[in-house]
């Protein structure tokens, strides 16, 4: 898969573009448990990595990625920041210049794998994780037509958090009052898998 800088640039555009779309989304759902600053907190990060665009998108993909990894740690701060940070500056030090679909696979599991180590988290602990990996598993089950159906996965996922009790984050100080609440994190992450896939999709 050649991702052309037309392409780094459109994939830049369109994340930031739908996490700020949806920032007062992201906030109301922080607000019901936790401090409600997610959807500030993100669009500020993304507000920041287009203000770089034409140098990021002018990157090899694997520079370019750790770079919106490191203004994401910068800018979003909270517990987000550095986890979304992670899976972005991770990804880069996996991915190669030129992926191919198992090298997505694997750099997607890495990036994964050190989130959960950062966040001293998983699976069924109602945060962002639980969206990433059901996408994850999606992608390594390697079924056709798997790569299409990523947001549908994400966005279930994303709403298979809120019968959940979090056990991870400021939302775990609620305990029981967590459940019945979409996780925010969960979303955003819902968002940005969304973003990704509809544009490679447009560029292939
Ligand atoms: P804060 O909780 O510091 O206010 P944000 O509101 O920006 O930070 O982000 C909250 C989101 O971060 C949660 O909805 C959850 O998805 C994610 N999160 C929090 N703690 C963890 C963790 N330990 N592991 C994975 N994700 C986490
Ligand atoms: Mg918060």
Do not use: W
């Not at 830049?12 to 401090?35: C, P």
């Not at 030129?98 to 794998?113: C, H, Q, W």
């Not at 709403?159 to 991870?168: D, G, N, Q």
């Amino acid at each position: 898969m050649d991702i052309t800088e037309a392409t780094r640039r459109a994939l830049i555009e369109r994340v930031a573009g739908s996490v700020i779309l949806h920032a007062d989304e992201l906030t109301s759902l922080d607000q019901a448990i936790g401090d409600g600053d997610h959807g500030i907190n993100m669009k500020r990060g993304f507000e920041a990595v287009l203000t770089d665009l034409d140098r990021l998108a002018a990157m090899p993909l694997p520079e370019a990625l750790q770079a919106v990894g490191m203004t994401l740690v910068m800018k979003i701060g909270g517990a987000s920041g550095p986890l979304y940070g992670t899976l972005f500056m991770e990804l880069g030090k996996s991915l190669p210049d030129v992926p191919g679909f198992a090298d997505v696979t694997i750099a997607f599991e890495a990036a994964i794998a050190a989130v959960k180590r950062r966040g001293k988290s998983d699976a069924g602990c109602k945060t962002m994780l639980d969206v990433l990996i059901p996408v994850l598993e999606t992608l390594k089950s390697g079924q056709p037509g798997s790569a299409g159906r990523l947001p549908a996965v994400a966005a279930a996922a994303a709403e298979a958090t809120r019968p959940m009790k979090a056990v991870r984050g400021r939302a775990s100080f609620l305990g029981d009052r967590s459940i019945g609440h979409v996780d925010p994190g969960a979303r955003s992450s819902a968002l940005m898998i969304s973003a990704i896939c509809k544009t490679l999709e447009a560029a292939a």
